[in-house]
Nanobody
Framework: QVQLLESGGGLVQAGGSLRLSCVAS????????VGWFRQAPGKDREIVAA????????YYADSVRGRFAISRDNAKRTAYLQMNSLNSEDTAVYYC????????????????????WGRGTQVTVRG
């Protein structure tokens, strides 16, 4: 059972930046696709960004494209989400998820395809 632990959330002013990290407990992380999802109060969970196991294929939701950047360091068993130009609509709990189906395609966008989930980290944007 792979465990994921997110960190890096917090309170930031509009226009500011945060960098989220997701550390996996197992080295098999290197063959997993990774997705970042978020859920705001009263809203459904939505995908923010996803990266393939190799890092070669990346997906961004339209709402964050150009502001957020997803990356990974397999040697450190860690995925990152750099978030810039934050606004109040980015306020949510952010979750890291891993999909253990190794493939050559783009990482899945549907939360149902992800097998392992972190507990989430709160991001609050003021102003």
């Amino acid at each position: 059972q792979v465990q994921l632990l997110e960190s890096g959330g917090g309170l930031v002013q509009a226009g500011g930046s945060l960098r989220l990290s997701c550390v996996a407990s197992e080295s098999t992380f290197k063959i997993f696709n990774v997705g970042w999802f978020r859920q705001a109060p009263g809203k459904d969970r939505e995908i923010v960004a996803a990266i393939s196991w190799s890092g070669g294929k990346i997906y961004y939701a339209d709402s964050v494209r150009g502001r957020f950047a997803i990356s990974r360091d397999n040697a450190k068993r860690t995925a990152y989400l750099q978030m810039n130009s934050l606004n109040s609509e980015d306020t949510a709990v952010y979750y890291c998820a891993a999909d253990d189906e190794m493939s050559s395609g783009y990482p899945p966008q549907d939360a149902a395809n992800y097998d392992y989930w972190g507990r989430g980290t709160q991001v609050t944007v003021r102003g």
